[in-house]
């Protein structure tokens, strides 16, 4: 997968957890009870660390698109992508 494809597949998940959270927080609104306040808490927790991945990849857009580059002219030239990123899978 291709950093260009981890960033969407970031920000994809990201929106699905805000979605999840938004609903933990209409549930914890309308029915405010310990099992809602965690439930709401864990939903907060996931949203963030989804945000804090996203945010690792786009302070490292220079990599990423350095390795796009890369890639593509190793594509080019070779048929075969590049074996070294500056970036990893995990975006840092």
């Keep these: 997968m291709t950093n260009w494809d981890l960033m969407t597949e970031y920000i994809y998940n990201a929106m699905h957890v805000v979605d999840k959270a938004q609903a933990a927080s209409r549930n914890l609104r309308e029915n405010a009870t310990p099992e809602t306040f965690d439930n709401f808490r864990a939903q907060v927790q996931e949203l963030a660390d ?41 975006g840092g």
């Design 50 to 90: 989804h945000l804090n991945q996203l945010q690792t990849v786009l302070h490292n857009q220079e990599d990423v698109a350095l390795d796009e580059l890369e890639d593509w002219l190793s594509k080019a030239f070779t048929s075969n992508p590049s074996e070294y990123r500056h970036t990893s899978a995990h």
